[in-house]
C-alpha cells in the first residue's frame, strides 16, 4: 500500500510529526490494536470556523462600506458577474468548511465537500500525514493520499480520525 520510508507518519497522542520515519507495526502492535479504523467527525476545527467566519463577516463589512462608495452607473455588467462569482465562490467554501465531515469506514475514506471526495484505502499508492499539534488550530489535520497520478486530501479535526489516519499510515 504505502513506503514507509516516503511519508511522515505522526501519532496525534505524541503530539508529534516524524518526517520520513519507519516504523514498523510489529513495535506498536498493542497500541494500534486499541485504535479503530473506523471513525468520523468534522473536518475542520471549531477555532478554524471561527476563523472563517470572522473572515467572511470582514469581508461583508468591508463589502458593504465600499457599496456605499461605488458609482454604480459606471459599474458594468461583466465587473457584476466577476463580482457575484467572486461572492458565490467564498459562501460556498466557507459553507462547506462549517459542514464538511470526514469518515473512514469499510476501507473507504470520505469527506463531503462540494463534491464527495472518496478513496478506497485499497487503492492508495502513497500517504503522507501532516499534522502539527501546535499549529492544529490555524493548519487542520490532513491525509493527503495519491492513487495513481490523483492525489486527495481530506482534512479532519476528530481525534478519533486521526488517530485511524496515523494506524493507516503504520500498515494497519
Not at 516504523?23 to 486499541?34: E, R, V
Not at 467527525?41 to 467572511?56: D, E, H, R
Not at 452607473?73 to 459553507?95: E, M, N, T
Not at 462547506?96 to 473507504?108: A, F, H, Q, Y
Request: proline residues 5%.
Amino acid at each position: 500500500m504505502t513506503d514507509a520510508t516516503t511519508q511522515p507518519v505522526a501519532s496525534p497522542e505524541a503530539g508529534s510529526t516524524n518526517q520520513a520515519s519507519a516504523i514498523s507495526p510489529s513495535s506498536d502492535s498493542n497500541a494500534l490494536d486499541a485504535i479503530p479504523l473506523e471513525a468520523e467527525g468534522p473536518a475542520f476545527t471549531a477555532l478554524i470556523k471561527l476563523l472563517a467566519s470572522v473572515l467572511v463577516g470582514a469581508l461583508i463589512v468591508w463589502g458593504a462600506r465600499a457599496s456605499r462608495l461605488m458609482d454604480w452607473q459606471s459599474f458594468s455588467l461583466s465587473a457584476g458577474l466577476v463580482w457575484g462569482a467572486a461572492l458565490a465562490i467564498v459562501l460556498v467554501v466557507y459553507y462547506w468548511i462549517l459542514k464538511s465531515r470526514t469518515s473512514i469506514k469499510n476501507g473507504v475514506i470520505t469527506q463531503t465537500w462540494v463534491w464527495k471526495k472518496q478513496v478506497s484505502v485499497a487503492d492508495i499508492r502513497q500517504a503522507k500525514f501532516i499534522y502539527l499539534p501546535a499549529l492544529s488550530w490555524l493548519i487542520a489535520p490532513r491525509l493527503v493520499v495519491r492513487t495513481g497520478p490523483i492525489m486527495t486530501v481530506f482534512y479532519t479535526a476528530h481525534p478519533d480520525v486521526q488517530r485511524a489516519f496515523a494506524a493507516l499510515m503504520l500498515g494497519r
